[in-house]
């Protein structure tokens, strides 16, 4: 099955994607991972890049489009991936539907985390990513998993993105240009809404009774 996860920064998109990748053997599509190694390459587009990330501002649709097909063009995974932070606007959608077409392939499965922006925010002020592993971990929930970390709390780093007025703009654009997003897929046979503001764990496993069935 492809899936889409879909809900605001800080709904635990990535987190869950990661659970479901371990679980499941599914590939992870993060666009937002894409784009920060492309700034990595410290290439022009990824100066581009890493300009419009830093101010919470969407990168183009053209940029995200290609990361996306280069990706599935070269990927071994075939209806086993999960798209993570993409499609962001009603424009990438539409444009994810003719993609997948075109690998003779479908969405299948379209999980939105809903949280309230309340949430949102304590969740991302406290997010560290490590830069090895890139798992994420929170400064305020899981205190005694960032001392163990296995590669070092020393690589657990805050995103430059994860600021309370970059992120509050970020949130703003996601009620603007995804939330329609939602009435896109509304008619999708498998639609599925998930109270996002419950633990990780339980989370995971409301995504594993879905996949599993
Ligand atoms: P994320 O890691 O999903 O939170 O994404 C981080 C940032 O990357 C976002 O705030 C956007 O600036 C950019 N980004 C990620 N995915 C997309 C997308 N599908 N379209 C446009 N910009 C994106």
Redesign the pocket.
Same mark, same amino acid.
């Given at each position: 099955m492809n899936v889409i996860l879909l809900g605001p920064?800080g709904a635990g998109?990535?987190t869950q994607a990661q659970l479901i990748v371990k679980n499941h053997n599914y590939f992870q599509l993060?666009?937002?991972?894409l784009?920060?190694a492309e700034i990595k390459k410290k290439t022009k587009i990824g100066e581009e890049i890493e300009n419009?990330?830093s101010k919470?501002?969407?990168?183009s !649709?053209e940029i995200?489009e290609d990361l996306i097909k280069s990706t599935i063009e070269n990927l071994k995974f075939r209806d086993r991936i999960i798209f993570?932070?993409?499609?962001?606007?009603v424009i990438?959608a539409k444009k994810l539907d003719e993609i997948v077409r075109h690998f003779s392939q479908k969405i299948d499965l379209i999980i939105f985390l809903n949280v309230p922006r309340d949430i949102v925010k304590k969740r991302i002020m406290g997010r560290m990513t490590c830069e090895k592993c890139n798992v994420t971990l929170n400064e305020y929930f899981n205190v005694e998993e960032i001392e163990l970390h296995p590669c070092g709390k020393e690589f657990l780093k805050k995103r430059k !993105?994860d600021k309370e007025e970059i992120l509050m703009h970020?949130y703003d654009t996601y009620m603007k240009e995804t939330k329609p997003v939602l009435d896109f897929y509304a008619n999708h046979d498998k639609f599925n809404e998930l109270d996002g503001a419950m633990k990780m764990s339980e989370i995971s496993n409301k995504i594993n009774e879905i996949l599993n069935v």
């Open positions: 920064p998109k990535g993060s666009t937002g991972d784009l920060r419009l990330i919470g501002n969407f990168v !649709d995200v993570d932070g993409y499609p962001r606007n990438q !993105d970020r």
